[in-house]
């Protein structure tokens, strides 16, 4: 799924104006003039259509953004914050234009996108922060708890759970953009570990790093707009996790500044000193400290690099697939299987077949009903590393798959599909634009309740869209990130009810909670890597434990006992929900 615009380039770490940070086009995902290209895709406007059976007209398209019609609040007085930072941050880089503030007071949520389209902006921030070094985050800390004054770390501004927006906070709010720190600090080639600055997007790390000849491989769905920072605020998971692990499996050093002091945690490949620093920071969501600079794991380029379709004849059958990949210790570096819903989105909207490949349709599908796929199950499979290594686990892994009736379909396929990983968010911009609601749900289970919770999960937001929206909608789920004891389920939702951006939101808030009824009910993970923010708060007691919650308060006020550092995530505000949260 390509946008109709080449992906824009974020600023190169080695040019001379690195500095200037990319901005997102304010109403939406991505810079202004990309969008989802649905004129090679004749068929996903009739298969969305024919849903529910009540029209064949694709619907009208609502009015478009208007930028001229919001207006801020006036900024509250930061007059004495900005004099303490005088001779810091030049005007530039602490600044109180409007557009600046617009494009910093949301992260791009389902939630986010609709209330900008309706000029519904009750919390921008009064200041917008653009440091370039650690000594000035230390700078501009200090003088918020001198000053009385709330930070909000912010990177990509990706983030689809609230994790950068302000709250109704009496005190000024000063949003500090990252992206000015996007620098390779240092490589240990020996080691295999990078010093980073955070605020490089997912493109500027790979550059960096592939220049050398190594890389993250850390690879998110929002890979091309978001930063390290904040993959480590987060959780983040990138697509190759199966691989290279979560980012907090590749995390083995950081530097935060506190409000109580600067905090390092020294690269160790091991230590037995008490908790561990790493993972209690890792996921901290903005609220204990600013983190300024990572140490990373990082790998030689992989010499290896395949990517191919499998299709299976059910979801079962590949479930059953991947934990048998699971169990003989044979994990593909990336895996990601899609139930016969999510197959049947994937493949009306493909772009158009030409040549041999549109000629053959017809025949090959007829041949795959008549043994057993005629409503199949797609997989998406990568097989990364060292050629050797890679060629052996790929023979082991495609054994597997075949033994639970596994077809491959070669290579077209899956390079395809990496060319256009990153594009799915422009779809949902699209659909947005005809009053869709369009989202993704996740979570992490065990092997053993896996196809438990997708059994129920899915009816019971199938059931949420029909009751909220009077229609039938689309709901389909995928299996990724696969670990020994279970995997993660992430479901994607696509509803329309033909009542316009002012009910968007009010429906969508009803979806999404009964998905994470489910979630909760069948003990499967809150999230498993979209982070708590306002969209998950009022759960995370019941996730945590009371013990729990009471831990993660300690540890927060410990080095933020002012509340200065995005004081509404993981806290007592984020568990009591906010308005308009689930």
């Known amino acids: 799924m390509s946008p109709t615009e080449p992906t824009p380039s974020i600023p190169d770490p080695a040019a001379s104006d690195a500095r200037e940070p990319f901005r997102h086009k304010w109403w939406g995902w991505g810079a202004e003039g990309a969008r989802f290209d649905i004129e090679n895709r004749p068929r996903l406007w009739p298969w969305i259509l024919s849903l529910d059976n009540q029209t064949d007209e694709i619907p009208a398209r609502l009015p478009e953004p208007d930028r001229a ?23 530039g880089r602490l600044t109180g234009d409007e557009d600046e503030r617009l494009r910093h007071a949301f992260g791009r949520s389902f939630r986010d996108l609709v209330r900008l389209r309706t000029g519904d902006v009750p919390h921008p921030p009064d200041l917008v922060a653009f440091p370039e070094s650690t000594e000035e985050v230390e700078a501009l800390v200090a003088a918020a708890v001198a000053h009385d004054v709330v930070l909000i770390p912010f990177g990509g501004g990706t983030n689809i759970v609230g994790c950068v927006e302000p709250d109704a906070e009496v005190r000024p709010v000063v949003t500090v953009d990252m992206t000015r720190m996007n620098r390779l600090v240092e490589l240990d080639e020996r080691s295999g570990l990078a010093v980073l600055e955070t605020g490089m997007f997912g493109p500027q790390v790979e550059a960096a790093l592939r220049a050398r000849g190594f890389t993250l491989g850390h690879h998110p769905d929002s890979f091309v707009y978001s930063t ?21 499996d590749m995390v083995v050093g950081l530097d935060v500044v506190t409000p109580t002091g600067r905090l390092r945690v020294k690269p160790l490949p091991a230590a037995s000193n008490g908790p561990d620093l790493k993972r209690l920071l890792t996921g901290s969501e903005g609220t204990m400290g600013i983190i300024t600079r990572a140490t990373m794991r990082v790998h030689p380029i992989p010499e290896v690099e395949d990517y191919r379709l499998i299709l299976f004849p059910s979801f079962r059958d590949g479930v059953q697939a991947l934990h048998g990949c699971v169990r003989e210790g044979v994990m593909p570096s990336l895996a990601r299987l899609s139930d016969e819903r999510e197959t049947e989105f994937i493949a009306h909207s493909r772009p158009v077949a030409t040549g041999l490949e549109r000629w053959l349709q017809k025949p090959v599908k007829a041949w795959l009903g008549l043994r057993g796929y005629d409503r199949p199950a797609l997989m998406i499979l990568g097989i990364e590393g060292p050629r050797r290594r890679a060629e052996h686990l790929r023979h082991s892994v495609l054994r597997i798959l075949r033994e639970h009736g596994g077809l491959d379909l070669g290579r077209k396929g899956g390079e395809a599909w990496k060319e256009s990983r990153y594009d799915v968010p422009y779809l949902r911009d699209y659909l947005l634009d005809y009053g869709f609601i369009g989202d993704s749900f996740e979570s992490a289970t065990s092997w053993g309740r896996l196809e438990e919770l997708h059994a129920r999960v899915v009816p ?16 389909g789920a995928h299996v990724s990130h696969l670990y020994e004891t279970g995997a993660c389920l992430y479901l994607t939702v696509g509803a329309h009810s033909g009542r316009g951006y002012e009910h968007l939101e009010a429906e969508y808030d009803a979806i999404k909670a009964a998905a994470t009824r489910i979630f909760v009910e069948e003990g499967a993970a809150l999230s498993h890597h979209h982070a708590v923010g306002y969209e998950h708060g009022p759960w995370l007691g019941a996730e945590l434990s009371e013990p729990g919650v009471r831990l993660v308060d300690a540890a927060v006020s410990s080095l933020d006992p002012g509340g200065h550092l995005a004081p509404w995530n993981l806290g007592p505000t984020a568990r009591q929900g906010r308005s308009g949260s689930p």
Do not use: M
């Open 69 to 91: 019609s919001i207006r801020l609040r006036s900024p509250r007085d930061t007059d004495a914050f900005r004099t303490a930072l005088a001779d810091v941050l030049p005007e």
């Open 228 to 248: 390290l920072g904040g993959w480590i605020a987060t959780r983040s998971a990138g697509t190759q996790s199966n691989e290279y692990g979560k980012i907090e």
């Open 460 to 475: 019971a937001v199938e059931a949420a869209c029909q009751e909220v929206t009077g229609r039938p909608a689309y709901v």
